[in-house]
């Protein structure tokens, strides 16, 4: 059923996430059958939506899980992801957390720095376990994206810096507790330009050589996520940048033989399902523009206001006719708590029915109590 049709014909609390199940799983099927073709691996990115009926549709796929919590994890073995499908992720894993995954027999911890590598073979020796590492390389490609989620680069946290490789592999070698199985990258989040990750293959095929000649054969390459959405179609026909974004890797990767290639993709699986729904309170007429106050506002999505993402936005109740200069604005008590600046919509009126759409990564996950907001309500199309 379309959005319009469901929100006119149901009466909607607001705010809310509603998810459109049959678009997710439209998008899973393109993403599974473009990444089949190669025989690549999908671990769902669980930090960009983890509600309990988006990790069952995911599951049902048969897709692995890319986990950045102890939490994480348990949610993705009782929502029946395979524990030996799950990457853990993460700078600043817990000594709490890493006994959970090694307890789990997880595929492999992304081993952020030398710190944390040490520690993990600590915990392992302890406990009696092999711990199997796949060393995050920090590749020093630039994602091309907005600056606060690009994560490739020498000035960013994440991945161990090339200089302190070698001592990774003195601590290996060292730790009969420690079973290297592979390396891990991702350089970034909403990559649109696709050049990113022809670059991200060529370094990824020099370190790939560079530990197979040292006796440290990967089996295990994982790509990371990252594959970006456009947030100007809500329409469009959705995961038709999948056959795209795996047939870069299919040309320019130079696996080794018996390699296995994964992919932790998040956002490009569920951002097209979800869309925010919130309700006009106030027009207030102002000197220079018009501000249309939602009862949504950046503690239910806090994209606009964190990253200046754009979004689509909707008034599902009047789609015809004369349009209308807005600045789409939340309640919150911040002047960063806006939408957009400048939409143009047909005439809104108090009561009126705002989507803003493609909301489905990286917004419940990520909303907010501030200002003791009440609870999201939840709404799906079956
Ligand atoms: C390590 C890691 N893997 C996977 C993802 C998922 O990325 P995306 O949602 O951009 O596909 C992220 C988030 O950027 C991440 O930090
Ligand atoms: N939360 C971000 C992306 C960060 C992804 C996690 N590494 C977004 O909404 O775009």
């Not at 988006?54 to 796929?61: C, G, H, K, M, R």
């Not at 649109?192 to 990967?218: A, H, M, Q, Y």
């Amino acid at each position: 059923m379309h959005l319009n049709n469901f929100v006119l014909q149901n009466n909607i609390e607001t705010p809310a996430y509603i998810y459109d199940l049959p678009n997710l799983r439209e998008i899973l099927i393109k993403a599974k059958s473009a990444a089949d073709r190669y025989g690549y691996h999908i671990h769902y990115a669980i930090k960009a939506n983890n509600n309990n009926r988006i990790l069952d549709t995911v599951q049902s796929f048969g897709f692995g899980a890319d986990c950045v919590s102890g939490r994480e994890i348990e949610l993705a073995i009782s929502s029946g992801f395979s524990n030996d499908e799950i990457f853990f992720a993460g700078v600043g894993k817990t000594d709490e957390e890493i006994v959970l995954a090694l307890n789990s027999h997880i595929l492999a911890f992304n081993v952020e720095s030398v710190h944390e590598l040490q520690v993990i073979g600590e915990w392992a020796k302890i406990l009696n376990k092999n711990a199997r590492i796949a060393l995050r390389i920090n590749p020093d490609v630039d994602a091309q994206t907005h600056h606060y989620i690009t994560t490739g680069l020498q000035e960013n946290k994440f991945g161990i810096f090339s200089h302190e490789i070698s001592t990774a592999l003195e601590i290996i070698r060292t730790n009969e507790h420690l079973k290297f199985v592979g390396l891990h990258f991702h350089v970034g989040s909403q990559i649109t330009d696709l050049t990113v990750f022809k670059n991200l293959c060529l370094k990824v095929n020099e370190w790939n050589r560079w530990f197979s000649e040292r006796g440290f054969i990967p089996e295990i390459l994982n790509l990371g996520g990252g594959l970006g959405v456009d947030y100007n179609q809500p329409d469009s026909v959705p995961g038709k940048n999948f056959e795209e974004f795996f047939g870069i890797f299919h040309r320019f990767l130079e696996p080794l033989s018996n390699q296995k290639i994964h992919f932790e993709l998040g956002r490009s699986l569920v951002a097209q399902c979800g869309s925010l729904l919130s309700r006009v309170l106030y027009i207030k007429n102002g000197l220079s523009k018009n501000f249309a106050i939602l009862d949504a506002g950046m503690t239910e999505l806090i994209r606009p206001a964190l990253y200046q993402a754009s979004h689509t936005i909707q008034n599902l109740n009047n789609s015809s006719g004369e349009t209308h200069k807005y600045d789409i604005v939340g309640p919150i008590c911040e002047s960063s708590d806006c939408f957009g600046k400048d939409i143009f919509l047909q005439k809104l009126s108090r009561g009126n029915i705002i989507a803003v759409r493609t909301a489905g990564a990286y917004g419940e996950v990520m909303s907010s109590q501030y200002n003791l907001r009440k609870p999201l309500s939840i709404y799906f199309i079956e």
